[in-house]
């Protein structure tokens, strides 16, 4: 179907092309996560600690952090789905070239090719949803879209990890790989092509709803901060709390199904209080790290906290694209840059930041500095009244 011809409509009439979305959102999260699964065992394997280890998550936030923006800026003319099919072509390059790393240095250069196509994948795919539907449906389009990141964490990463634990990391990376592969065809076939929207936005008031942008893209970035000062070091955390290795991939099995509920939660209200949604997701994702932290290392109670912190941060991902696209600060493609961009600041700072507390005051610490830093988003947000609005 040409560009010109694709008008958005509604949820049903987008589906085919959401299906598609959703399907890549989930090889791409979990190619971005999988090494949180696996890292006690790429660490063992390559002669590293498991601080130096969880840098591989940073150096793949780092690429998307510098080069979401500019990438997206310069391919803006591009087709939006030969884009996005290309930055899929790029996943299963970086996971086949992980799959195969002789040592840390070829590992850290596959995991940083990866970071660029995911530069340019949730920048693209963010716009995607947003002109495949009308905009009445932008927050439950977005958060369909979301559940495939939901799903990369309660089905990819799991699965993946059981499968490295069982037949070794390699093999997970190698098997993703050719799963990234397969999606290139899913995605040429069912995705359809919609038109581009060029690299500038004006318009009366711009300056306030750019202003708007930056509030809501800050808040994205130390809320991110404080999850993944926690999560890049999960499979510690959770093995320093009893649990054995082979029950990692299990556990964030069960962690990645309660997201699911964050995510439905913020689907069913994004379009009706989208002000509500974000505070209830950040006040429980706060309170329940600092549970985390309280019952830290038993493990019942770890894993019963555990559980509240993923059931919250499911959601968050779909409520700040949805208020950043709603700003209407920049065009879709841009705005989805910001998020993107933001984002992996907080992916990659908070992999450094868990890595310092790990290194030094322990493990026990990770969940209060993921807390505080969570609190922080929660309070611009509480603050930033017309970026956060009581209705769409």
């Known amino acids: 179907m040409p560009a010109a011809a694709w008008d958005p409509g509604t949820l049903r009439q987008a589906a085919g092309g959401l299906i598609a979305l959703t399907v890549a959102t989930f090889l791409a999260v979990t190619t971005e996560m999988l090494p949180v699964g696996v890292l006690p065992a790429i660490g063992r394997d390559i002669g ?10 940073t150096v793949y936030a780092f690429m998307v952090a510098v080069l979401a923006v500019p990438l997206t800026l310069s391919t803006a003319r591009v087709s939006r789905k030969g884009l996005l099919t290309s930055t899929i072509v790029g996943y299963t390059i970086s996971n086949a070239l992980v799959a195969v790393a ?11 090719f990866g970071g660029i196509a995911h530069a340019l994948f949730f920048s693209v795919s963010i716009g995607y949803a947003s002109r495949l539907v009308r905009p009445a449906f932008t927050g439950r389009a977005l958060a369909i879209v979301t559940a495939g990141a939901a799903a990369g964490f309660v089905l990819g990463v799991p699965l993946s990890t059981s499968l490295g634990n069982a037949a070794g990391w390699r093999a997970a990376f190698g098997v993703l790989a050719g799963v990234c592969a397969l999606t290139v065809v899913f995605v040429l076939v069912l995705l359809p092509a919609v038109p581009g929207g060029g690299t500038e936005h004006t318009g009366a008031g711009v300056g306030a709803r750019r202003t708007r942008l930056g509030i809501v893209s800050t808040a994205n970035a130390v809320v991110y901060l404080g999850q993944f000062t926690v999560y890049t070091f999960i499979s510690v955390l959770l093995l320093g709390a009893g649990l054995p290795e082979a029950g990692i991939g299990p556990v964030l099995l069960g962690l990645g199904a309660v997201g699911l509920l964050g ?7 994004l379009d009706r209080r989208p002000r509500f949604v974000v505070l209830v997701l950040l006040s429980v994702l706060t309170l329940a790290l600092v549970a985390v932290g309280l019952v830290f290392p038993a ?5 019963a906290a555990a559980a509240f912190w993923g059931a919250a941060f499911g959601g968050v991902a779909s409520v700040f694209q949805t208020a950043a696209i709603r700003t209407r600060g920049a065009t879709p493609e841009v705005v989805g840059a910001l998020v993107n961009s933001t984002a992996n600041i907080g992916i990659g700072g908070g992999a450094a930041i868990g890595a310092a507390v790990l290194a030094g005051p322990g493990a026990g610490w990770l969940p209060y500095a993921g807390a505080a830093l969570v609190l ?3 309070v611009i947000v509480l603050v930033a009244r017309r970026s956060f609005p009581s209705e769409p």
Request: aromatic share 8%; glycine share 20%; charged share 5%.
């Open 48 to 57: 590293v600690s498991d601080s130096v280890t969880g840098l591989l998550v």
């Open 376 to 378: 922080v988003g929660l």
């Open 263 to 269: 995510t439905w939660f913020a689907g069913s209200m």
């Open 299 to 303: 493990l019942g109670g770890t894993l």
């Open 102 to 112: 002789p040592n840390f240095g070829v590992l850290a250069a596959g995991r940083a």
